[in-house]
């Protein structure tokens, strides 16, 4: 038999290659649907123990009808790689639950019965410009004839795509609700302007309410409460107005008979006073304090203080269009550095925004266990709020700022054996567990949520996490915690932090500087234009004097000496930033292919050897 040639040789290792590799896709295919890797660095595309947990404690089946217009969304890639990945979450859900959540896909063509089920759900239908309509989205139902609805997949909301779905799961599988009590002044229903602004179609319910009322049953309690619900799980205190003793003490009761607490307080709310009526009356106290329930707890708080930190401080606008941006120490941009990292509620916690916050501490003898949650930075002291108030230039507040070492904490647990503050009380004794934050801002959607309007109803895309807070703090008191992992996924945008550093720390080496070269240039420019306009003594006569016209030739030369270092002053604020960027774009655009030509000639190189050594052979 004639031996094969090097070319048959070679023919025949390509189809067997092509054999193996069908084989192989196709085994694959069969037993490792449900197999994948996840590289990113925050398991972005792996379901949390939280759904693994809600899908495990499942009792009866739940549906979800998965309505996507395939034929009408072809021709938009974006749709329909997002569609790709709802589709394989839901049958990972599906695959994960032993049976008990069926999915099923519809597709809704126009003018068929589909589309009208899709209509008479919920649906949001998205047009299209060949006037079709775009149905992309998720209908739960339960057998107690329970339904839950995503409207619409909108692509802003894919960070807490998870959350969304498996929430909707949570909420089928739990028809019974928590019930949280709320005692606030703030308006959490209405919004910014309270009633009268939502009444004139100006206002929205705050949308961490929103969120709460969506997952629990929540009652407001009236201003002059005298009781609370025996069947209340959870009581929400959040920034309330003075409260008289006979309530305090029917709050102190709850809490020692085993009722959980979520109290916001604050010195100074931003909150409060948005959206007011400056002719009337402002329906919340600029702060709130608990003083003495604080007291039986084990809890100081000075409403007094307000914490300012120079590392966290976020960057605001201002109205100086030669620094149109600077930091503000009292509004605080905190990071995973500042959460406690054992505690639930804070333990998945990327970012909180905060304003005008106050500082906690445990009080001397207390028989609490006081554990911090939320701390400020090294870099903070406590400012009078009266100063905070007052003080309208950022920059002066940050030089006010004299760092004292200390984490302040902004939020803390209380739990363990606490004494009624009020000693005629039928409960002496109790074990409690509170959660308290210095802040009532926490609530304000401006710090933490873009609302976008996407087909007539609105999409929340949030930037940070303070409604995971409020909303991982009753799902933790109220004895669960299957959402708290979902609500605080980190986002798959990194953040430029390297760059804030750098502009942090060029604010404070150059900002002093800055200020006095801004506050000479003003004063040069007054008394220049006082001297060609003839000053006071001028008056009556024409022209200058040569020694009027000598000194204005002299501020001439000092102002435009001022205007150079100062320009050289706010470059030198974003040199480095510069610097940085030109690095990276070296980086980019010459290095990575200098080291992709170089890895192909070594990598020419040494086949070229091999092959030398094989014919040498």
Do not use: C
């Amino acid at each position: 038999m004639k031996p094969l040639s090097r070319h048959a040789y070679a023919v025949l290792a390509i189809v067997l290659s092509i054999v193996i590799f069908v084989a192989v896709n196709m085994a694959a295919d069969t037993a490792l649907t449900t197999a994948k890797l996840d590289l990113t660095a925050n398991g972005q595309f792996t379901l949390a123990q939280g759904t693994r947990n809600i899908l495990a404690n499942l009792k009866e089946p739940v549906t979800l009808k998965f309505y996507y217009s395939k034929q009408v969304a072809s021709e938009y890639a974006q749709t329909a790689d997002y569609a790709k990945r709802v589709r394989d979450l839901l049958g990972e859900y599906a695959s994960l639950s032993h049976g008990n959540v069926v999915v099923q896909e519809i597709d809704p063509e126009p003018f068929t019965e589909a589309e009208d089920q899709a209509q008479g759900a919920g649906l949001t239908g998205a047009p299209t410009d060949s006037g079709d309509t775009v149905y992309f989205g998720l209908v739960g139902t339960n057998r107690m004839d329970g339904k839950e609805v995503i409207a619409y997949f909108s692509p802003e909301r894919e960070q807490y795509l998870e959350y969304d779905i498996s929430s909707l799961i949570y909420r089928l599988s739990t028809p019974k609700k928590t019930l949280v009590g709320i005692v606030t002044s703030l308006p959490m229903e209405f919004g910014p302007g309270g009633m009268q602004a939502a009444m004139q179609g100006q206002g929205q319910p705050y949308l961490t309410y929103q969120e709460l009322a969506q997952t629990y049953q929540t009652q407001m309690l009236p201003p002059g409460f005298t009781a609370i619900p025996k069947d209340m799980n959870v009581l929400m205190i959040a920034h309330p107005a003075a409260l008289n003793d006979a309530q305090l003490q029917v709050i102190d009761q709850f809490v020692l008979r085993g009722g959980r607490a979520l109290v916001f307080v604050d010195p100074l709310s931003e909150i409060s006073q948005a959206g007011a009526n400056p002719y009337q009356p402002p329906q919340s106290p600029p702060s709130s304090n608990l003083p003495k329930l604080f007291q039986a707890w084990g809890i100081g708080f000075d409403p007094a203080k307000v914490v300012a930190d120079r590392a966290l401080a976020q960057r605001v606008q201002t109205r100086d269009p030669m620094n149109p941006t600077t930091l503000y120490p009292v509004w605080m941009h905190l990071g995973p550095d500042n959460f406690a990292d054992k505690d639930p509620v804070t333990a998945n916690l990327q970012s909180l925004n905060l304003a005008t916050v106050g500082a906690l501490h445990p009080l001397k003898g207390a028989t609490t266990t006081f554990a911090p949650l939320v701390t400020s930075s090294d870099q903070a002291s406590l400012l009078a709020s009266s100063v905070v108030k007052a003080t309208q230039d950022p920059q002066e507040l940050m030089a006010e700022v004299n760092p004292t070492g200390e984490k302040f904490v902004i939020a803390a647990r209380v739990s363990g054996e606490a004494k009624t503050a009020f000693p005629g009380s039928a409960i002496k004794t109790g074990k409690i567990n509170v959660v308290v934050m210095a802040d009532s801002d926490v609530f304000d959607d401006r710090f933490w949520v873009h609302v976008q309007t996407l087909l007539g109803k609105k999409i929340a895309a949030p930037f940070a996490d303070n409604a995971a807070f409020v909303l991982n703090s009753i799902e933790n008191l109220s004895g669960s915690g299957d959402l708290i992992s979902l609500r605080t996924r980190e986002s798959g945008q990194r953040p430029f932090t390297v760059v804030r550093k750098i502009q942090e720390d060029a604010q404070s080496q150059f900002q002093a500087k800055e200020k006095a070269l801004q506050q000479h240039l003003t004063e040069t420019q007054q008394r220049l234009h006082e001297l060609e306009q003839g000053g006071e003594a001028q008056q009556g006569q024409v022209g200058l004097t040569p020694e009027q016209q000598k000194e204005v030739e002299n501020f001439r030369k000092d102002l435009i000496d001022t205007r150079t270092q100062l320009r050289d002053v706010q470059h030198n604020l974003r040199k480095d930033i510069d610097a940085l960027g030109s690095r990276l774009a070296l980086i980019n655009i010459a290095l990575v292919p200098v080291l992709i030509s170089v890895f192909a000639l070594v990598l020419a190189g040494l086949r070229r050897r091999k092959r030398a050594q094989a014919a040498g052979a």
